[in-house]
């Protein structure tokens, strides 16, 4: 059964940083599109960044919300077989779980992935 772990998140002040790391165990990562979502309280799931899958003529390529770019950036190691996204200039607002997902053909719609992990809480406060 494929499972997805995350770790990584935790508080953190304004203007910080922290990197997310999104552990597979039955699914080579590369051969998908991967990508990470938030869900802050009250709000709806939403896309935060996906990479496409390595081959093809979009190999690799990334993605981002419009409230993270610049911001955060998605990468994946293939050896470690691993997902990670690094966050850069944290605010309030980025205050979320944190769930990583794998599916065959990627995008910002949750609808698009079937693997998902159980999520890491990153709260930005001062």
């Known amino acids: 059964q494929p499972r997805l772990v995350e770790s990584g998140g935790g508080l953190v002040q304004p203007g910080g940083s922290l990197r997310l790391s999104c552990e597979s165990s039955?699914?080579?990562?590369?051969?998908?599109?991967v990508a990470w979502f938030r869900e802050a309280p009250g709000k709806e799931r939403e896309g935060v960044s996906w990479m496409d899958s390595t081959g093809g003529s979009h190999s690799g390529e990334t993605h981002y919300a419009d409230s993270v770019k610049g911001r955060f950036t998605i990468s994946r190691d293939t050896a470690e077989n691993r997902l990670y996204l690094q966050m850069s200039n944290l605010k309030p607002e980025d205050t979320a779980v944190y769930l990583c997902?794998?599916?065959?053909?990627?995008?910002?719609?949750?609808?698009?992935?079937?693997?998902w992990g159980q999520g890491t809480q990153v709260t930005v406060s001062s």
């Open positions: 039955g699914l080579t990562l590369e051969y998908y599109a």
């Open positions: 997902a794998v599916g065959p053909w990627g995008g910002m719609n949750r609808d698009e992935y079937n693997y």
